[in-house]
């Protein structure tokens, strides 16, 4: 019998890894994205992921906690990603201290993201999906994290509990606290722009399925 992708990927087999990789990195790269809102810091965290999860791959179990969850390497990747976000985040926040310490130049303050226009751009609605991102930085880390993975990249809640270390249970009441406080942070939001309300029923960041069913879209594969 063959060995498993699992089993490969322990064994330390580029193949397997590569093989990972086409089956992840897009679905990856779009839970990045939404969080970070830039297009260069998900590319960036897409690959420290990748290069984390060969660094740890013998700590990978020897067979997946959930067998409804395939072979369960989505939920270990996305809990390697969710760490070298964290980490992106604090490092951002030291790099901004230290530029809040630096003399004031009147260029920087006239600076304009560069990827700001491109994202826009790309909206289907500008407007709803700024209150939601917005409304998703008040929310506390754990509850922001357990709403991208269930409600944006479409986990269930056990791969979600796999991939934080948390128990299912957890999972579940995070994510209740996250979606009662975000719809009242987002229509707050909302309500600073003339002429627009949230649908109704309608989740905060334009996803309204449950956890567990993923939507498959253009810059996210099948489920491995």
């Known amino acids: 019998m063959d060995p498993s992708l699992r089993a490969r990927i322990r064994a330390g087999d580029p ?15 779009g839970h990045a994205a939404r969080l ?13 992921t990748f290069l984390e999860a060969w660094r740890l791959r013998d ?19 996305y809990g390697i990603a969710t760490n070298v976000l964290r980490n992106s985040r604090r490092a951002a926040r030291r790099h ?22 491109e994202v826009v751009g790309r909206m289907e609605d500008a407007e709803r999906l700024a209150a939601a991102r917005a409304a998703l930085r008040r929310l506390r880390r754990n509850e922001r994290e357990v709403f991208a993975l269930c409600v944006w990249s479409g986990l269930s809640y056990a791969a979600a509990a796999d991939a934080l270390g948390v128990p299912v249970s957890t999972v579940r009441s995070r994510l209740a606290r996250a979606r009662q406080r975000l719809r009242r942070l987002a229509e707050a939001e909302l309500r600073r722009t003339p002429g627009r309300t949230p ?10 399925e449950r956890p567990g069913r993923n939507r498959r879209s253009a810059d996210e594969p099948h489920r491995a």
């Open 199 to 208: 649908a109704a029923g309608q989740e905060p960041g334009g996803r309204g």
């Open 36 to 48: 970070t809102g830039d297009r260069g810091a998900a590319e960036d965290a897409v690959s420290l």
């Open 59 to 77: 700590r990978l179990r020897p067979e997946p906690p959930d067998p409804d969850e395939g072979d369960g390497l989505r939920p270990w990747l």
């Open 96 to 117: 901004s201290a230290a530029l809040a310490r630096l003399p004031d130049r009147r260029t920087d303050r006239e600076t304009v993201p560069d990827f700001a226009d």
């Open 15 to 29: 193949e397997a890894f590569a093989e990972l990789f086409s089956a992840h990195a897009q679905a990856l790269y």
